[in-house]
């Protein structure tokens, strides 16, 4: 009970100057508030980077050659073959223009089968992707995206529409949304996806530029069971296996380099609220001098003051975190509208904040506490302070 009565005694301390505290509380909170927010947003940015990499292939990897060896489509059957429960899908990739009566786009063409569909993570809009079929009968087919589909076609239904594509004239059977890969194409050129046999009848390309791979377990197995097939076959070594793994650690590395960066701000201004709080009970030790003696002479022990101000520095501490926690939803709520992310308060961040600010002031408290405790009743007491 004596310790409680010494924490209510700190509390109505607090209360008695009221102003005092809210400055010294104030500080605190930006503090608290600005490692809340910079944590939730922080934590919200790495996770949308991570959703726009998952739509380019996290789990998929890009075969293509770099040697005398080209790669076939007898290369995409070996490999179906030799590793099963994989998907190989084969790829010629070209530019020509997409034209209408009306209108004319230059496009990236993509030769590939109804393979890519079951690999890539793409939303049809409309209509169709390749089918089986479309390879077998050479069937001059094509699924082009959506902003291509707005530009040849304005107000209409694509489906069904034809357009020419280089010197080829071609079917719409579907129309996707756009979605832009670092390894699809080097630029925003839109594309349109045509079965590989049309695409070989049209420009007479026999080999391959790429071979785009899903397979369960590792990317680094199954990289290394693509080379080794590949390598086999051929007798060769000039066979490059990507993926995009090496570009998500980048951006969690650079991500959390910036989280830590801006946290240290955060803790800066922490410590710099910690300091306030340290000045604030050397100033009240100064103005309580006669109440510590008179407490001492009535026999209140060195410990008694000394946890007195220790909790008056936890308290602003607490404090310092509950308006901390309002600061933050807002900082949050405004640096996620400025950053364009969904971000929301996380939970954790929120209790580590508030243990933070109450360890923060509690270490700073302490200096003022001893020297508190230290203080002679007999001189105490005679101090006109």
């Known amino acids: 009970m004596r310790g409680l ?6 509390f109505y301390s607090l209360l008695l100057n009221r102003m005092r505290t809210l400055l010294t509380v104030v500080g605190l909170s930006v503090g608290v508030g600005a490692i809340i927010a910079i944590g939730s947003i922080g ?12 739509r380019f292939g996290v ?26 429960g994989g998907s190989f899908c084969p790829m010629l990739y070209g530019s020509a223009a997409a034209s209408t009566q009306e209108r004319s786009k230059s496009v990236e063409i993509v030769g590939t089968t109804q393979a890519y569909a079951e690999i890539e993570n793409f939303q049809m809009q409309s209509g169709r992707f390749l ?27 694509p489906v069904g529409q034809s357009l020419h594509i ?34 070989e009848q049209q420009y007479g390309v026999v080999n391959l530029n790429q ?25 060769g070594q000039g066979y490059t296996v990507s993926s995009m793994e090496g570009q998500i650690q980048s951006a969690e590395r650079i991500m959390g380099i910036f989280r830590m960066v801006l946290l240290c701000v955060g803790a800066i201004c922490m410590l710099t609220g910690g300091i306030g709080v340290m000045n604030v009970l050397l100033a009240s030790l100064k103005e309580r001098r006669r109440e510590i003696g008179v407490r001492k002479a009535l026999g209140a022990k060195d410990r008694d003051i000394a946890w007195q101000f220790v909790c008056e520095a ?71 302070l």
């Not at 080829?168 to 590989?196: D, H, R, W």
């Open 314 to 384: 936890v308290l602003y501490g607490f404090l310092g975190a509950c308006l901390g926690l309002a600061l933050g939803r807002l900082f949050t709520q405004v640096g996620a509208q400025l950053v364009g992310v969904e971000a929301a308060v996380r939970l954790d961040l929120s209790a580590a904040a508030i243990l933070f600010s109450c360890s923060v002031s509690l270490v700073f408290g302490v200096y003022p506490a001893v020297r508190a405790s230290k203080v002679p009743p007999v001189l105490a007491m005679r101090s006109q």
């Open 211 to 235: 071979i785009v791979a899903k397979m369960d377990g590792t990317l680094q197995k199954a990289a290394s069971s693509i080379r080794s097939v590949l390598s086999a076959a051929h007798g």
């Open 166 to 199: 280089g010197s080829g004239l071609y079917t719409v059977v579907g129309v996707m949304e756009t979605s832009y890969s670092q390894f699809m194409n080097s630029g925003n050129t839109p594309k349109a996806f045509v079965p590989l046999s049309a695409f």
């Open 131 to 157: 089918r089986p079929e479309d390879e077998d009968r050479g069937l001059r087919v094509a699924v082009i995206e959506d902003l291509l589909a707005d530009f040849l076609f304005p107000g209409q239904d």
């Open 43 to 54: 934590y919200a940015s790495l996770d949308e980077v991570q959703q726009e990499l998952n």
């Open 5 to 10: 009565d010494t924490a209510l005694q700190a």
């Open 59 to 84: 789990d998929r990897l890009w075969v293509s050659t770099s040697g005398e060896d080209p790669l076939s489509l007898a290369d995409v059957s070996l490999l179906d073959r030799q590793l099963p």
